[in-house]
C-alpha cells in the first residue's frame, strides 16, 4: 500500500496562498461517507492556509466518473485558477472498479492539460471500506488533505516559473 508508513495529512512548506486564487473542489456523492470526510480535510487546509471562503466553491457530481466533466465545469464557469476531485471507488466483484477508475484518472489528467490549470485527483481506489475510511480522517490521514496542498503548491509553482 502506498500509504503504509505515510500519513496523507502530513506536509511541509506549505506555500503562501495567494488571496486571488480560486479553487474549486468537486465532489462525488457516492460513498458520501468517504467523500464527506475528503471534503472535510480539503476545506479544513484551504481554510488554514488562507484561502477566501468566496474563493472557494464546492460542486457536486453523483458519482467519480463524473468528476472530469464537473471539474471543466468548474473551470470555464467559475473560472478556477485550479479543481480538486474528490471521489471514492470501491473494488466490488466486477470489472466495473477497473473501468471507472482508468476513466476518471485519465479524464482528470485530461482537463488538466485542456486547460493548462492544475485538477487534482484526489480520488481514493480502495478494495474495501475499512481502507477508505482510514484515508478519508482515518488513520492513514486524510487523501483530501493531501489534495488541496498539491492544488496549493501546484498554482504556487505556476506563479513562480
Known amino acids: 500500500m502506498a500509504t503504509i508508513n505515510k500519513n496523507l495529512s502530513e506536509f511541509d512548506d506549505l506555500p ?7 479553487i474549486a473542489i468537486v465532489k462525488a456523492e457516492w460513498n458520501a461517507e468517504i467523500t464527506d470526510g475528503l471534503h472535510d480535510g480539503a476545506m479544513d487546509l484551504l481554510i488554514n492556509a488562507d484561502v477566501p471562503g468566496h474563493n472557494i466553491k464546492t460542486y457536486h457530481v453523483p458519482g467519480s466518473f463524473e468528476l472530469p466533466l464537473g471539474a471543466q465545469w468548474a473551470i470555464e464557469q467559475f473560472k478556477a485558477d485550479a479543481v480538486i476531485c474528490l471521489g471514492s471507488v ?10 471507472v477508475c482508468q476513466a476518471v484518472s485519465q479524464g ?7 486547460h493548462s490549470l492544475p485538477v487534482i485527483f484526489g480520488v481514493l481506489t480502495d478494495d ?11 488513520i492513514h490521514g486524510n487523501k483530501g488533505t493531501e489534495a488541496a496542498v498539491t492544488a496549493i503548491k501546484m498554482l504556487h509553482l505556476r506563479d513562480s516559473v
Open 90 to 99: 470501491i473494488r466490488g466483484e466486477t470489472a466495473h472498479f477497473d473501468y
Open 128 to 138: 474495501n471500506m475499512e481502507q477508505s475510511r482510514a484515508r478519508s480522517g482515518g
Open 16 to 22: 503562501k496562498v495567494n488571496a486571488n486564487w480560486k
Open 108 to 114: 482528470v489528467k485530461d482537463v488538466s492539460l485542456k
